[in-house]
């Protein structure tokens, strides 16, 4: 995993001096607050419902053991007990003091943490593929590459203030697990005839009001100059991007009315000219960097163990969680472990201190102290040896984190809401609880399969819900709260923004309308095919049909007793 | 008589006796009476009465932050200084218009950040080649000095800094243990 060395101390020791001094300056009214604003976003903080929540940076999701118990420590000294996982591989807490966040970050940057461009107008997290490094299907290792767009992003002087948030995402594997499609920019790390590595530069895409997939720009650019051109994609937006309209101002809506051809025609003008520059990536960086990320001191272990097949024969729980919860490694005899943090009646993506600390005592037992965040919000033990599955398993069951649902119906993707979200149309959390408790039975989830349910409490989509296999998205009808439903969403190899069913439904209702969808799935499937390849077969007309033909009770009406959460 | 105010120039406080020249409503750019002395004209007015602006000594132009730093190309060596307006600090187009006229068309005189220029932009501003500050007139301009020193390293490049950390320094990790 990447350390810091003097120069990143540096910057970041320089950085929460600055921002705590900027702190000082809004208690003082030297700030006001619309000046403040920009700051405090660039160090991820956002004022939401109840109180600020500070969103802390995790790069391309990796952490090491010390930087978990960080976050107990930071749960437990300035919040309430938990945080909370988001779809951007980073953490947020929700209940912090403006003039504890200082603090904070000081005791962050200890273990070579930050909020650094966490939030606001500016190049945000890269993240990248959880999985990274360990894949069976990895072409090539991508953490590098996002450690170097990590570097370069930081601070960049000319792109602090664009015309709105910007996401890059990167993936090295033959499945994407990045989403890039829904990025600002996505790259894919490839190789060419000749072996070479690059990558395809996929730029425009995003959720949010507009949801549009990205467009290759560019086939194949090779490494050494990914930031050269990202420098040109990020100059030729930051000029060209609108500004007088926040909805229109994200690189998708320019690079729709350039159409991406021309798009692609001003960046490569733009890139000749510093194309070969000195900000050209050298073989000796990307060595000094890909040296973190060397595989860990593994074993010569035989591809499995007898113990652990007889655990395995005996335990239908254990084989239940090894179905859905452990992924194949690229090195024999080990395996990666995702842990579940979609334990139903616990909102999606919520963990305790108390669950941190144990997690990474458990990355120091069993996986060479290293921990990742998914962006489904869960947490992943990347090298497990086949042999310690089942010990790591009763350990985990006993935290609440061996949920059996990995890719299931209950492991939801949800964005924080109405219970916290400030900007939400509705909440989220309490129809994620419903709709797990509905489906707790896991036979029946392991019979429906692989299926991607995401829920937005409102339109920006932090939820993900338009590449959701179902979509959930919350509305605001004069003044209640409803519920769009959309299928037919997929992330991966194959994006697609879902297709909205017909009118929206209230609250309580939502289970009943899942449990529809999934009947006309049950009823028409052929042998093998998932939610997804059912609608894609069948379009969205049959499951439209079914949901709307007779009326769904809509149990109490809504208002303050109708919230369970 | 122009008033003189301090800007910061080169990272010092001293006294200015430009004068920043906008239109009102109503005026237009080849009507408008450009008073005598230091001024800075709107780009517009400097293209309608270009003839008679280069008659005087001294002559500066800003650019709005939706032009491009080519617009000026022509005339570069003209100008005793250029300015980019910030009509919004939250308005980074001018970032890449500094970069631009710095880098792309190697301007080499005064650069000045007129507008709403506030200390917490003044670090990157002058790391896009700024080096003259018009802080709004309602802050104190020697707290805003302090924002050019927020940083002592960076990362990557930009006008100030040509070679990135990776190239200019041997780095390695420190153990933290
Ligand atoms: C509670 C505090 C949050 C606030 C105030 C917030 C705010 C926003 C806003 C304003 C947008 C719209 C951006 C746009 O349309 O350009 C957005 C989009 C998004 N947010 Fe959040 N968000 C919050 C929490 C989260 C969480 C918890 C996650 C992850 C679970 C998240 C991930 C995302 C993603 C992935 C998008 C869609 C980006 C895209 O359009 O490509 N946000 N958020
Ligand atoms: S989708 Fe809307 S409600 Fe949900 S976190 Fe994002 S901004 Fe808030």
Redesign the interface.
Known sequence: MY?????D???VK??V??YRD?VRRRLAD?LTEE?FL??RLQNGLYMQRHAYMLRIAVPYGMLSSPQVRMFAHIARKYDRGYGHLTTRQNIQFNWINLEQSPDILAELATV?MHAIQTSG?CIRNTTSDELAGVAADEIIDPRPYAEMIR?????????????RKFKIAISGAEQDRAATAVHDIGLHVVKNAEGEVGFRVLVGGGMGRTPIIGSVIREFLPWQHA?TYLEAIL?VY??HGR?DNKYKARIKILVKALSAEEFARQVEAEWL?IKD???T??V??LQ?IAQ?FTPPPYETLPATDAGFEAQKTDNKGFANWLKRNVKAHKVSGYAAVILSVKKTGVPPGDITAAQLDFVADLADQYSFGEVRVTHEQNLVLADVKISELFTVWQAVKAQGLATPNIGLLTDIICCPGGDFCSLANAKSIPIAQAIAEKFDNLDFQHDIGDIELNISGCINACGHHHVGNIGILGVDKDGSEWYQVSIGGAQGNNTSIGKIIGPSFSAQQMPVVIERLLSVYVQQRTEEELFIDTVQRLGIAPFKEFVYASPIPTGYTHGEDACVY | MPVSTNIIKNREVVADDWSVLRLNEGDSADSVSVPAGRVIVPFSVWSAQRAQLLERAEIGVWLASDAQADVAKDDLARFSLIAVDFPKFTDGRGYSIAYNLRTRLGYNGELRAIGDVLRDQLFYMQRVGFNAFAVRADKDINDALKGLTDFSEKYQTSWDEKTPLFRRVQRQAVSQD
């Not at chain 1, 570097?151 to 015309?163: I, K, M, V």
């Open positions: 350390r810091y060395d003097q120069y101390h540096l910057i320089e950085r001096a600055q900027q030297e000046e920009p700051l070579e107008n570097e370069w992003s930081t601070f960049h002087p000319e792109f602090a203030f664009l015309p930031l100059r930051n000029q500004r000219d520059g000195p900000a990536l050298t000796d960086e000094r973190y």
